[in-house]
């Protein structure tokens, strides 16, 4: 099942990245990986992930980094999960 159309595209967001100067390469990895996920998931919305395996992929060491850079430009919107064996939800947001 298609989620809503509320999703930007990968060529967009690329294009949007290198307009804005603010945007790291840690934004940009975090949102290829979660782009991937979210296409494995048959697009689904939310994302139901765990944050180890997005870190892992995206290369971020970090729990600080992670987190900073998943709220901060309005790109992703992040809803933490707290139970033990629940996953969180992330939202691509356009």
């Known amino acids: 099942m298609i989620a809503e159309q509320s999703h930007i595209t990968l060529s967009d967001f690329?294009?949007?990245?290198?307009?804005?100067?603010t945007i790291s390469?840690?934004?940009i990895?975090?949102?290829l990986v979660l782009h991937t996920v979210w296409i494995g998931q048959n697009c689904a919305s939310p994302i139901?992930?765990?944050?180890r395996d997005i870190m892992y992929l995206s290369?971020?060491?970090?729990n600080?980094?992670?987190y900073r850079h998943l709220?901060?430009?309005g790109y992703i919107k992040y809803v933490p999960v707290y139970h033990l064996y629940a996953r969180?939800?992330?939202y691509l947001n356009f």
């Open 48 to 51: 139901q992930t765990a944050k």
């Open 88 to 90: 969180s939800l992330i």
């Open 64 to 66: 600080a980094t992670y």
């Open 29 to 31: 990895a975090l949102y």
């Open 59 to 62: 290369k971020i060491s970090s």
């Open 14 to 21: 690329l294009s949007l990245a290198a307009q804005d100067p």
């Open 71 to 73: 709220n901060d430009r």
């Open 25 to 27: 390469p840690t934004h």
